[in-house]
């Protein structure tokens, strides 16, 4: 089993930052990817962008230049780092861990970019 809590969500003006963590526990040594996705109101949850064990990363087009996913092994945390936020990025975002074929998620965390 992996717990995963996400924190950095919050209310930021258009053209603004903010970094997410997700701080995972449990059987963490087995993860194999980690990953960042997003639901807007009324719409799929979709990618936001990915990283593996060995740090190989992956973006959504859209979100490409603007954010950066990285991971601190040593603190169990992956971080999303949101820059030039737009009124479309507003989204609950949710960390998502893969162990084989499993995925974990979870609970979300807010983002609303709005003026």
């Known amino acids: 089993q992996v717990q995963l809590v996400e924190a950095g969500g919050g209310l930021v003006q258009p053209g603004g930052s903010l970094r997410l963590s997700c701080a995972a526990s449990?059987?963490?040594?087995?993860?194999?990817?980690m990953s960042w996705y997003r639901q807007a109101p009324g719409k799929q949850r979709e990618l936001v962008a990915a990283i593996t064990g060995g740090g190989i990363t992956n973006y959504a087009d859209s979100m490409k230049g603007r954010f950066t996913i990285s991971r601190d092994n040593a603190k169990n945390t992956v971080y999303l780092q949101m820059n030039s936020l737009k009124p479309e990025d507003t989204a609950v975002y949710y960390c998502?861990?893969?162990?084989?074929?499993?995925?974990?998620w979870g609970q979300g965390t807010l983002v609303t970019v709005s003026s």
């Open positions: 449990g059987t963490i040594f087995s993860i194999t990817v």
């Open positions: 998502n861990a893969v162990v084989v074929t499993t995925s974990f």
